[in-house]
């Protein structure tokens, strides 16, 4: 007879920490509900309905200050601010203010300890490190002295890089340089590592060449925003600490996105954000040109309207689609979160379609509103009803032929990086009411046979 192998079950490795964690929660919770309930009878409901309002109506204030222009834009900012106020106010004229701060500071410790117990202390969410080596004979490192407010400058990046024996190219002069052909050029000169220090879209462009020769590379956080280096643990304040990885580093092997051929770090933008970043007024006013530009991205009427396939999975005229290398953690709709982990060899996929004030307050559910979409996938085609389409591939605006196909390459950048550095801290897990109550349930004992 074949016997089927015995799965352990889900919750033999729970911790009992975990399991009165989660018991805690519920606890904490059902306090801060009964607080309510005890201390203003059966005011509390109309309060509790006072404060649900407030808060949708606020969110759909947030929309139309969006979605609108002129009068109605302000009128709303007026709303949005009014709306916590109003509440604010009701509350202490009913004098049950501090009844309700009380049962939400309860609430929110609620919420830690339900996180507390999410927290798996053995989830494998850190990149493995391998030994950096052999030693780089020939670093090549460019540099862009007007990247991150002129930080190359600043923190003497390229004396202390050639004290180190590296070869420093600075990108000068107003004309654009090729920095991919200058790489692929180093390289046939002998270069063994190659790095940069600026931009995302350079450290992109830079990284497919490394790939490409399956050298090492060596991201110095010398651009503006840095989210290439946020999520490989860098020291984004001084990006001379970046420099160490040349004497006493680490090795990652890191995924790399690519979107028809090109390769990306971050991620690649479609739809609303895209059309933005695309609007030659962006890099001057960023604040006042997204304002400006959003109303007639939200009604429909400018940008090309979008579909797409991930893997099995269609996803219909979303107005903003964000692909990244690796999903983000809590699913960030706008790519500024972090991604614990480069190397699960998935692209994150997060579509949001906002084109009523009803789906704008849907979005309060986050994961679950029906106007966003969280998925991973190995491979995702972008197509659209005109030939072309802005895409903001790592915060560059480029024009593509659409379809736009996007990939993932597993393990295809050997990054080497400091051994002593700042780090990726343990991402939060996000409240899993269904885990939470299997936690919290106290498991049967199997039954002894006499």
């Known amino acids: 007879m074949t016997i089927a192998p015995v799965s352990p079950e889900p919750d033999a490795e729970v911790k009992p920490a975990q399991r009165w964690l989660a018991r805690l929660s519920f606890l904490l919770a059902g306090l801060a509900i009964a607080s ?3 201390v203003a009878g059966l005011k509390s409901f109309p309060m509790l309905a006072i404060g649900v309002v407030a808060a ?21 900012l007026v709303i949005f601010i009014a709306a916590p106020i109003v509440v604010i106010v009701v509350y202490a004229f009913r004098n049950l203010l501090w009844i309700a701060i009380v049962a939400a500071v309860i609430w929110l410790l609620a919420s830690v300890t339900a996180r507390l117990a999410l927290t798996d202390t053995d989830a494998d969410w850190r990149m493995p490190e391998h030994p950096a080596q052999p ?10 002295p007007r990247s991150g407010d002129g930080k190359v400058a600043k923190f003497d990046l390229k004396r202390k890089a050639e004290d180190l024996g590296a070869e420093v190219f600075l990108i000068g002069g107003p004309e654009p340089v090729d920095v991919a052909k200058v790489a692929r050029d180093a390289v ?50 001084d990006p001379s600490t970046c420099l160490s990885a040349l004497s006493d580093g680490v090795e990652l092997r890191v995924d790399l996105g690519l979107i028809n051929g090109l390769t ?13 970043v695309e609007t030659p007024a962006y890099r001057g006013d960023k604040l006042n040109t997204t304002l400006n530009t959003l109303p007639d991205l939200l009604q429909g009427q ?16 979303p107005q903003a689609l964000l692909v990244s290398n690796n999903p983000y953690g809590g699913g960030d709709i706008a790519g500024l979160g972090r991604r614990a982990r480069l190397d699960r060899g998935l692209l994150g996929v997060v579509s949001v379609t906002v084109s009523s004030a009803a789906q704008a307050v849907g979005l309060l559910r986050g994961r679950h ?78 039954r002894v046979s006499a």
């Open 188 to 237: 046939n000169n002998g270069a063994d590592l190659l790095g940069v220090a600026g931009g995302d879209g350079t450290q992109a462009l830079v990284a497919g060449v490394a790939a490409e020769y399956g050298i090492p590379f060596l991201v110095i956080s010398a651009g503006t925003r840095n989210h290439f280096a946020l999520d490989l643990g860098l020291d984004r304040e």
């Open 36 to 38: 309510l309930v005890l």
């Open 264 to 276: 990306f770090v971050n991620n690649a933008s479609f739809g609303a954000y895209a059309e933005v």
């Open 369 to 446: 509103a029906t106007g966003l979409q969280v998925l991973t996938a190995k491979q995702i085609e972008i197509t659209a009803d005109t030939p072309e389409i802005p895409v903001g591939v790592d915060g560059e605006s480029i024009m593509m032929s659409s379809p736009v196909t996007c990939t993932v390459s597993p393990g295809a950048l050997r990054v080497w990086v400091p051994h002593d550095r700042p780090g990726v801290p343990k991402p939060k897990p996000r409240v899993d009411w269904a885990r939470l109550r299997q936690l919290a349930s106290f498991p049967r004992r199997p």
């Open 302 to 317: 400018r940008g090309a309207r979008l579909s797409a396939r991930a893997d099995g999975t269609d996803i219909e005229a």
């Open 135 to 144: 030693p780089a004979r020939h670093p090549y490192l460019i540099m862009n």
């Open 56 to 76: 949708v109506v606020g969110l759909a204030a947030a929309y139309f200050f969006l979605a609108r222009r002129g009068i109605w834009r302000w009128l709303s």
